[in-house]
């Protein structure tokens, strides 16, 4: 190429970089939010719109109806309760079930009781339901209405990991980090855009959509918070994983490993020069003492009504029989509910139910609790041979599915891991603690189909969109060589 003609390409070239340049260093991680939220709410919110399920009760399967039911007793002022016998609360499934004929909610109107207090459900989505139920008559409208709040919690919870991915890589490629951050954002909003199964949670009334905004928020504030180091922030770092805790029980399993994984965040990846910081073991004291202070509240109130010291309700150990059982084991790893039910039958028949009181209900709650800890502590001991082939399983089954688009998604995450290595291990060690930790709680209790997974979907995506940032950054200035040598 001649000379003149060469001095033109590469003033042409370094033109278009500048231009690009200024524009995206004017996208601040806040600015990469909005952008996020005006791309994702859209997208969620039609994707509820024009589903089959919008305006319909909860699906007959799974733990939307006993939401739902703790929800409308709320709305009624009957505190964190189940009423099955309600004839109103009853209503909304028998008209769904006669207007169609296809949907079985045969298992929901089986059950039976009077007014009896719940301690086997995390009390904030129940809370939420309650506040649509008093601002909307419960029906169509108002399950409409709840399911597009959580393709909000969807849209808020995804454009908040999008503006933790542009902070947490702004200085992550000291040659180009406007560049390389600015393309991480845009690879986070191509990445959710291709994730349809993830909109699929928005028409179940189950807490994904909220517990990945939660943990999602816990995240933001604790990086933010490590920063600062006052104790103002370590507070609502404490509060953040309170409010994670409300929202899904196993979070509290989660502590013996999140809270020495924030005490290294604390300690060793943030910048220290020049900041007046508390002391880390001072800090982690400050956030271990507003989560106990919140958390505390919902604790006390588990005894007092269980009339015993069950700080975490009845149902955990019962629900841990599903996932120390030969069932779990012939399934991979994955829970099962047929053991809980027959024990819930056993004990059943043994009581009237058509007259059993409240007290009779709690008692029967207690009592399987009490059976279901000493079996899956039974089988766990006659089957101690098999409990690492067992744990492996659950984490292979929860990690799952290893094709198509999913698979992609995982090698990109890899590739963007192995460029952390080797460029700045400080992010990486972000972005790997929540799903190490998930992992490892899973590995010790069940897998449930990769719903544990999902709070945990927005350090998956900062990842897999970090390894396409490096590779768009290696591809662009080693096409930009190229074309400066023609």
């Known amino acids: 190429m001649p000379q003149p003609i060469r001095m033109q390409s590469r003033q042409a070239i370094a033109g278009v970089s500048e231009r690009v340049s ?71 499934y028998e008209q769904a079930q006669a207007a169609t004929g296809s949907l079985d909610y045969s ?37 409409g209405a709840i399911r597009i709040s959580l ?100 979070v509290v399993l989660w502590l013996p490993l999140l809270i020495p994984w924030l005490w290294c965040c604390y300690r060793f990846t943030v910048p220290t020069e020049g900041a007046l910081r508390m002391s880390p073991n ?20 588990n005894c007092w009504v269980l009339e015993s010291f069950h700080l975490l309700g009845s149902k955990g150990a019962t629900t841990l029989l599903g996932g120390y059982c030969d069932e779990s084991f012939h399934a991979g790893g994955e829970w099962q509910f047929a053991p809980e039910k027959a024990l819930r039958i056993e004990l059943e028949s043994k009581l009237d139910l058509s007259f059993a009181s409240p007290t009779d209900f709690r008692n029967l709650e207690l009592e399987m609790g009490r059976i279901a800890n000493a079996k899956a502590k039974q089988w766990a001991w006659n089957n101690i041979h098999l409990l690492p082939q067992l744990m492996m399983q659950r984490i292979v089954t929860e990690w799952n599915p290893y094709t198509g688009k999913a698979v992609a998604m995982k090698l990109l995450a890899v590739f963007g891991i192995v460029w952390l290595l080797r ?29 544990f997974l999902v709070p945990t979907y927005g350090s998956i995506y900062v990842l897999a969109a970090i390894g396409i940032a490096a590779m768009v950054t290696l591809m662009r200035y080693r096409t930009c060589f190229l074309a400066i040598r023609m």
């Not at 703790?70 to 964190?80: A, C, F, V």
């Not at 958390?295 to 109130?301: G, Q």
């Open 22 to 92: 200024r524009f995206a260093s004017r996208l601040s991680p806040s600015r990469w939010f909005w952008i996020a939220i005006l791309c994702f709410l859209p997208l969620h919110i039609s994707a509820v719109v024009i589903d089959e399920w919008f305006v319909s009760p909860p699906k007959p399967i799974g733990d939307g109806p006993d939401y739902e039911a703790i929800g409308y007793s709320l709305s009624q002022g009957n505190g964190w309760s189940t009423s099955f016998s309600d004839s109103a609360w009853r209503s909304a």
């Open 282 to 301: 001072r800090w982690i004291s400050v956030c271990i003492l507003a989560f106990a202070s919140i958390s505390s509240l919902w604790w006390v109130r």
């Open 151 to 250: 393709a909000c919690c969807l849209s808020f919870g995804c454009a908040l990991s999008v503006a933790w991915g542009v902070a947490l890589t702004t200085n992550v490629n000291k040659n180009h980090p406007v560049f390389f951050s600015n393309a991480v954002g845009a690879s986070l909003i191509a990445i959710v855009y291709s994730e349809r199964n993830l909109r699929n949670y928005t028409t179940d009334f189950l807490t994904e959509p909220l517990a990945l905004l939660l943990t999602q928020a816990f995240l933001m504030v604790a990086w933010h918070g490590s920063k600062k180091g006052t104790w103002q922030w370590a507070a609502a770092t404490g509060l953040s994983i309170a409010g994670m805790y409300f929202c899904r029980s196993v």
């Open 423 to 451: 460029k700045n291990r400080h992010v990486l060690f972000w972005l790997l603690g929540p799903l190490v930790i998930n992992t490892v709680v899973v590995a010790m209790t069940y897998s449930v189909g990769g719903r």
């Open 107 to 143: 298992v929901q109107l089986a059950r039976v009781g009077p007014v009896v207090a719940d301690t086997n459900r995390p009390p904030l989505f129940p809370v939420c339901i309650a506040a649509v139920y008093q601002c909307l008559p419960r029906g169509p409208i108002a399950f």
